[in-house]
């Protein structure tokens, strides 16, 4: 039923009267809260902590001729992503209130979004979770090409042309999973985990796999999509791309990758900590160069990925919680940043940092959002960045997979990206808020935060601060989860 819900609730909503967007905008945003209600209470008061195992299972066959089942439920690693999504799309739908323009469709395609990210999220089943995965880029491309920018067709022609090429990849490796060593295919996710297969065959499927999620996540080199989706989008879809989209490749990783297919695993995870370092050093050099306000943050958001990558590379408990951490961390940190950049095009309709000045008298609430928020980007010590990357790089240190000296250069090299982050996200706000360039224009009065803007600002500040300060609470829902994971590689 969660599953299902947005997208049936957002199908009637071309049956609602022609009064106006503010019918439309209410029932969405009450559909988006609804959702988030039902899974806060389905995780409230049906779902164990402590158990390992899937909980909240669904399972129906739902085409007899090729034995395909719809099978749903979620774990300790589903868990969060799925809370996030829950809470990052209702307050998207709410920041999109500037939308006019086919408003039915706009906010129906906001909610086809909703179906297929939580689906992705709790799918239990190989062929479903490809599925879900392609129900979500119909919406992206079509919220990018209608209510885009200037060069919107140019950059939604490029996300569909690189994540469609890549779920040919994704499709591969399914069908391959599926058909191995049986006429009958099995698409379950728990008799995959219990499949062994050729070392080389492994790695045939691991590499289909891994361009998939690298497309999404995205991994240098295959990123070029994302600076340009983010530079065009409309800032509601930006906070859904950066919030969830690029973290159900990072999922998908863990979930298949991990999972999966781990003596693969084993032998990639090198190459994905060499590229997770490579990628931030080269993302946050590169973040300084942008003009676009947007594009800027959308490399800090590729930095900030590699991360996770290094995470999920490191075969360790403390590595692959830091990287769940990140995870739910950066959707907070980026939906938020793209949201505050989209409210600031709002009032001054400017992209370029260069044209930008002095915007720290005229609205000083989105100043100090925006500030506090740039700081938890750069990782501030009792934000979420800080603690999510701390326990990332103490993850690294403490693997046994690594010889010390190949740790001490990987940690070396990541905390110049480190110092890097500070310099771009120094040099935005710099760039934007300070400055005489606005403060002596004429006729220069711009509206400082309203209360919806403010309502959204603080309520995605709170959990940063919260989880920087108590992570504990990410980690008891993952902790037990990433025990079983990581005890594949050491006891098999």
């Known amino acids: 039923m969660v599953v299902v819900l947005p997208i049936f609730a957002g199908s009637l909503i071309f049956f609602l009267p022609h009064r106006g967007n503010k019918v439309i905008r209410g029932y969405t945003i009450f559909i988006c809260a609804l959702e988030l209600l039902l899974i806060t209470y389905a995780f409230y008061y049906h779902f164990q902590l402590d158990d390992r195992l899937m909980q909240l299972t669904e399972d129906y066959k739902w085409i007899n001729f090729f034995d395909f089942y719809w099978r749903l439920g979620i774990d300790g690693l589903s868990i969060g992503p799925i809370l996030l999504t829950g809470f990052i799309t209702t307050l998207a739908t709410l920041a999109a209130r500037p939308v006019t323009r086919d408003s039915r469709l706009f906010h129906f395609l906001m909610l086809a979004m909703y179906s297929g990210q939580i689906g992705s999220f709790s799918s239990r089943d190989l062929l479903l979770f490809f599925i879900m995965w392609e129900l979500e880029l ?19 022609t490029k996300f569909i042309l690189y994540t469609a090429g890549s ?5 591969m490796g399914v069908l391959g999973i599926g058909l191995y060593g049986s006429n009958e295919p099995t698409l379950n996710f728990e008799t995959s985990a219990n499949q062994s297969y050729p070392v080389a065959l492994e790695i045939i499927f691991y590499i289909g796999f891994l361009i998939a999620f690298a497309v999404k996540s995205p991994i240098i080199p295959l990123h070029t999509w994302l600076p340009d989706t983010h530079g065009e989008a409309h800032y509601s879809t930006c906070m859904l791309l950066a919030g969830i989209l690029l973290k159900m490749g990072a999922y998908g990783l863990v979930r298949i ?15 994905l900590i060499i590229v997770g370092t490579i990628q931030i050093i080269y993302a ?9 306000l947007k594009k800027r943050i959308a490399y ?8 996770i990558i290094i995470g999920i590379g490191s075969i360790s408990d403390m590595g692959l919680n830091g990287a769940i ?12 940043l793209f949201f505050l950049a989209g409210t600031s095009f709002d009032r001054i309709r400017l992209v370029y940092l260069d044209e930008m000045g002095g915007m720290a008298i005229p609205v000083p609430k989105i100043f100090t959002t925006f500030s506090i928020l740039s700081m938890a980007s750069l990782a501030l010590p009792g934000m979420s960045g800080f603690v999510a990357e701390l326990i990332v790089f103490l993850g690294l240190i403490t693997s046994q997979k690594f010889f010390l000296i190949t740790k001490i250069l990987i940690t070396f090299v990541m905390a110049i990206g480190m110092i890097l982050t500070p310099i771009y996200s120094l040099s935005m706000l710099r760039q934007m808020f300070y400055g005489y360039k606005f403060f002596n224009a ?12 403010l309502f959204v600002s603080i309520s995605i500040l709170l959990p940063v601060i919260g989880i920087g300060i108590y992570p504990d609470f990410v980690f008891s829902l993952s902790v037990d989860k990433v025990e079983d994971i990581i005890s594949i590689y050491f006891y098999r």
């Open 284 to 292: 946050a050099s590169a973040s300084p160069g942008q003009r676009n």
């Open 300 to 307: 800090s958001s590729i930095s900030h990925m590699g991360f």
């Open 138 to 156: 119909i919406p992206v491309y079509l919220l990018l090409s209608v209510w885009g920018g200037k060069k919107r067709l140019y950059s939604a």
């Open 442 to 453: 004429p006729n220069s009065y711009f509206f400082d935060s309203g209360p919806r803007e």
């Open 167 to 171: 779920s040919v990849f994704f499709l």
């Open 325 to 336: 951490l990140q995870i739910i961390s950066h959707g907070f940190i980026g939906a938020a």
């Open 257 to 271: 990758n991990m999972e999966l297919l781990p003596r693969a695993h084993s032998l990639f995870a090198p190459w």
